[in-house]
């Protein structure tokens, strides 16, 4: 069995499993049952000056008879005090020594407001800290959370300020509403970032009741944006990690975050470049004991690849993940139905023949049998039959030679320009 500890910017705990800074970890009760389930970490729900929540304030997206395809919230940081939370984090540090107990913060961009509050945290024995710059609703308003997240000269100097004192090591949670992440990650590591974790909710109404007209959830006829996760918000997640993690001026570990679900998330989100990883909304849907299926499946995946530790899968796909520019313009796939496995249901031709390259006829074989047949020399590969086909096999996309060398977007344009002699003007246009 593999060697499940990671060890992220000197945080250690026994598996990658962490649970995200959120309601799952508002309270040591709540932690400490994580922990028995088999949780290696847990990021506590972010402090700072009490506030006041709104009732209601969860909200789902259901999709195709999928619960929680998405979730939305407006629930704010913590609104307990800050001293039952230094306490409950106390004895929580003290039953479980061995797990990670990461402080979420968030205070005004202030220095001595973030002086005073990192040395009363640390003062209970946190293992490290997570500089919570991603809130995208209520706190924004006050000028913290995404407010201060979208701002790069500001998280550096916030980041900076923690540093200044801090004994621990520093995490700075970066908001996804932005138009490049990995301007303030640069900025974040600049002010001392230890690491960062990636990625916190996105703007989001999560949908209209057509029949009352309030938006969804509504506190009494009013609602307001807030922070959208879950399943749906993976793909935009694991984009953003990779470009940091592919990105030469981020040099800290990742803690990654976003619509993970599954061990299967958590080893794309390795391969990807995150140490760590941290999960929300699948415990709030499915509860705790979620983690006993994750650390099964992650073991016997490591297992089945012959991986002695969990740490040898971070970052082993960012280097296949490049830009459009670097993709081989040459490289040719062709769609292939099966006949044995089509169950005639005509969507891939329906599919290929409204919104596609009309290339999958309707025939007829000797037996007298419609079949669905793909004209492979029109065929440009773009994998939408095999993406809506229903049936397991029926489609499979080849790769076939195109009698061509390998060529980028980038060295075209560099033929093209007279900068290159790599390739023929014939083997470009």
Not at 125 to 131: A, F, H, K, N, W
Not at 189 to 217: C, E, F, Q
Not at 369 to 378: F, H, N, S, Y
């Amino acid at each position: 069995m593999a060697d499940l500890s990671i060890n992220l910017a000197g945080i250690k705990s026994p598996n990658p499993f962490w649970l995200a800074s959120a309601p799952p970890t508002n309270t040591g009760y709540q932690v400490q049952r994580a922990f028995e389930a088999g949780w290696g970490g847990a990021v506590w729900k972010t402090l700072g000056d009490p506030i006041i929540n709104t009732s209601s304030r969860f909200a789902a997206v259901n999709f195709n008879g999928q619960r929680v395809a998405g979730f939305n919230n407006i629930e704010l940081i913590t609104d307990r005090p800050l001293d039952v939370n230094l306490k409950e984090i106390y004895e929580t540090k003290k039953r479980f020594p061995n797990h990670a107990v990461v402080a979420s913060l968030m205070v005004e961009p202030k220095q001595e407001k973030w002086h005073e509050i990192v040395k009363r945290v640390e003062d209970v024995g946190v293992d490290g800290l997570e500089l919570n710059f991603g809130c995208p609703h209520g706190m924004a308003e006050r000028g913290m959370g995404a407010a201060s997240g979208q701002q790069p000269d500001l998280v550096e100097a916030q980041t900076y300020w923690v540093k200044e004192v801090a004994k621990t090591p520093v995490i700075v949670k970066l908001t996804p509403n932005i138009t490049d992440i990995t301007v303030t990650a640069r900025h974040a590591v600049k002010g001392g970032a230890d690491a960062i974790s990636l990625i916190n909710t996105i703007n989001s109404l999560a949908g209209v009741d057509i029949h009352t007209w309030n938006t969804v959830p509504h506190i009494g006829g009013k609602g307001a944006h807030g922070g959208y996760c879950g399943p749906a918000v993976k793909p935009i997640a694991l984009n953003m990690v990779a470009e940091c993690a592919r990105h030469p001026e981020v040099t800290v570990p990742i803690s990654g975050i976003g619509g993970i679900s599954t061990w299967q998330d958590v080893v794309e989100f390795m391969l990807m470049g995150s140490t760590a990883i941290q999960v929300c909304t699948a415990a709030m849907h499915h509860g705790f004991r979620i983690v006993e299926e994750m650390i099964d499946g992650l073991n016997n995946y490591l297992d089945e690849k012959g991986l002695a530790s969990v740490t040898e899968l971070t970052g082993k796909s960012v280097s296949k993940y490049s830009n459009w520019g670097d993709l081989n313009l040459n490289y040719k796939v062709v769609a292939r139905i099966n006949e044995e496995n089509c169950i005639n249901c005509n969507k891939c031709h329906i599919a290929c023949e409204d919104t596609s390259h009309q290339c999958i006829d309707m025939l007829t074989n000797a037996d007298g049998k419609a079949i669905l047949k793909v004209r492979e020399e029109d065929c440009v590969g773009c994998n939408l039959c095999s993406i809506v086909c229903p049936a397991e096999g029926a489609i499979d996309m080849v790769e076939i030679d195109s009698g061509l060398p390998p060529m980028t977007w980038n060295e075209r344009q560099q033929v093209v320009g007279g900068l290159s002699g790599a390739y023929s003007k014939a083997e470009v246009v």
